[in-house]
């Protein structure tokens, strides 16, 4: 069964500084991998999600994040905080080959000093 | 725009007092999801339905049932709702079940339920 780990429910950053969200999976196989945004009183966006092919993913709103095997990681990253990204973000991993029901990280609260 | 709509934004009930929560979706997306998200939890999947094929999350209580008239709605039926349901609802849609971008969810706003 597949697992997700989001470390640290909380991150805080001061604006202009490199955010860094991390998510580790539990798989057999590498599995298919999403980041959503999550602000106040909304639902969820998609920031971008991997595939296959290259393993680096670019998203919206200056996010990207890479998929790294070997490490069963997916961490987000933007290199300059913007107020406006303070928001929930979820990492999800559905299982490639088997069930398509995506499986939740607990979700990072990401908040940004000015 | 392609959206999933859910209404209304904000539900208020009373105990034990029936509700029913809407979601539309004009993307013509084969799944449809209901997540429960709780404050600071990442959502709960309660149920989907893959066309008609209703299926049911294991530990999903029996006072929440769902239905799926047609493509482009879904519903959310909560019997007799208790203090402890109150919390966020949020439907979402995936085109398909085949894996990778077929399965990537769509969410609507949510419907945020109080129950009194």
């Known amino acids: 069964a597949q697992s997700v780990t989001q470390l640290g429910s909380h991150v805080s950053v001061s604006e202009g500084a490199l955010v860094l969200l991390r998510c580790n999976y539990s798989?057999?196989?590498?599995?298919?991998l999403f980041w959503y945004v999550q602000y106040p009183n909304q639902g969820l966006q998609l920031l971008l999600k991997?595939?296959?092919?290259?393993?680096l993913v670019k998203g919206i709103n200056g996010f990207e994040a890479e998929f790294k095997k070997s490490e069963t990681s997916f961490h987000l990253t933007k290199p300059s905080a913007h107020m406006s990204d303070a928001a929930e973000y979820f990492c999800a991993v559905s299982e490639r080959g088997g069930s398509y029901i995506p499986t939740f990280g607990r979700g990072t609260s990401l908040i940004v000093h000015p | 725009d392609a959206m999933v709509i859910q209404n209304p934004r904000y539900q208020v009930t009373q105990f034990g007092k029936p509700v029913t929560l809407s979601c539309s979706q004009t993307l013509n997306h084969n799944v449809m999801y209901w997540y429960q998200q709780k404050s600071s939890q990442a959502p709960k999947l309660l149920f989907h339905?893959?066309?008609?094929?209703?299926?049911n999350e294991a530990d999903t209580p029996d006072n929440f049932q769902s239905r799926r008239p047609n493509t482009s709605f879904c519903f959310l039926d909560i019997r007799s709702p208790g203090l402890g349901d109150a919390a966020m609802y949020l439907c979402?849609?995936?085109?398909?079940?085949?894996?990778?971008?077929?399965?990537?969810?769509?969410f609507g706003p949510g419907t945020r339920l109080t129950v009194l």
């Open positions: 991997y595939t296959t092919g290259a393993t």
């Open positions: 798989s057999s196989v590498p599995p298919y």
């Open positions: 979402a849609t995936s085109r398909d079940r085949r894996g990778g971008s077929y399965n990537e969810q769509f």
């Open positions: 339905y893959y066309d008609k094929d209703f299926n």
